[in-house]
């Protein structure tokens, strides 16, 4: 993983030619200017229909507050300044379909408040599939103590998040590559305590990409939509939850929206006792 002559935060994905990477690093600012057709971004783990409600237009501390979310008001300015960036990138890519603030509120804020409660003080954490910047974003803005970074595989989003980054000055690294050259062994990249998740693959796909490298990362903390039992399904089927625990930490309805999110985590499965290990003589 090399730094990128653009700033502190940027990273560039391993194997890129160094004497390359001041034009690479030019082009793909330019490339951002462009507005190209994307992949379609999938809806979150639990959007339901995507209708407006009464507070779509408020600002952003009443709908939180309508949630009972509790922000200070420093928090509430970064959160806005953010939607402001990701909402505005957004008429160029393809990042978001939460574009009212009620859904920026109850779906994004809610769901990374959620995660936010299950990461303990001062982890390391990767985000997996940033997209916009959700929930690794929020997270960085709420929760100072972690130190936050972003993995995005597409370089064009990877670019946007450098730049809402950098604009808001927040101390995060984006790792413009996939998870799995990010984790892999001799890759640059800290070893992670946590890594998060939102709307990025089913279960079994996660543990193809990152089994291989179980010994850079400690837990898996997914936020996922009622195809998670399912997806728990095909991963055993494929045999890839074998030595790794799955549980699931908690469930909620979003605040405007019947369906349910659970968050789920993967650890390495302990060893079992050493008096239970092997046949009775
Ligand atoms: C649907 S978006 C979700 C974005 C964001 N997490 C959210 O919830 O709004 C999934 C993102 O994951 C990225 N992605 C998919 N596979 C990846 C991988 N192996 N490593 C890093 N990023 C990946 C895609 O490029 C895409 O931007």
């Not at 990042?95 to 299950?118: N, P």
């Not at 996939?178 to 990249?189: D, F, P």
């Not at 996922?224 to 030595?243: C, F, I, N, Q, T």
Request: aromatic share 6%; net charge positive; glycine share 8%.
């Amino acid at each position: 993983m090399r730094q990128l002559p653009g700033g502190p935060g940027a990273c560039f994905a391993p194997g890129a030619d160094a004497s390359r990477l001041a034009d690479i690093y030019s082009a793909r600012r330019r490339e951002i200017r462009l507005t190209t057709p994307e992949e379609p971004t999938a809806d979150t783990p639990a959007d339901g229909p995507l209708s407006d409600g009464p507070l779509a237009d408020a600002p952003l501390a009443e709908v939180a507050a309508s949630c009972g979310l509790e922000l200070t008001p420093a928090q509430v300015t970064r959160l806005d300044a953010y939607r402001k960036l990701l909402w505005s990138w957004n008429e160029k890519l393809n990042l978001t379909r939460h574009t009212t603030m009620e859904k920026f509120v109850t779906r994004d804020l809610f769901d990374t408040i959620q995660l936010s409660a299950l990461i303990p003080e001062g982890e390391t954490v990767l985000d997996v599939g940033s997209g916009g910047g959700v929930p690794g974003i929020p997270l960085a803005i709420l929760r100072p103590d972690l130190t936050v970074r972003l993995c995005e595989s597409v370089n064009k989003k990877a670019n946007v998040l450098f730049d809402i980054v950098e604009q808001l000055g927040l101390n995060v690294t984006v790792y413009a590559a996939r998870v799995e050259a990010v984790v892999e062994r001799g890759s640059q990249a800290p070893r992670f305590d946590t890594l998060i998740a939102r709307g990025v693959a089913p279960l079994w796909k996660f543990m193809f990409w990152l089994r291989p490298h179980h010994e850079r990362w400690g837990r898996l903390l997914l936020i996922k939509g009622p195809s998670w039992v399912d997806e728990r399904a095909e991963a055993r089927h494929r045999g890839l939850m074998k030595g790794f625990e799955l549980r699931r930490l908690a469930e909620y309805e979003g605040p405007r929206n019947a369906a349910i999110t659970t968050l789920l985590t993967v650890t390495r499965a302990e060893a079992p006792a050493a008096g239970k290990r092997g046949k009775k003589r």
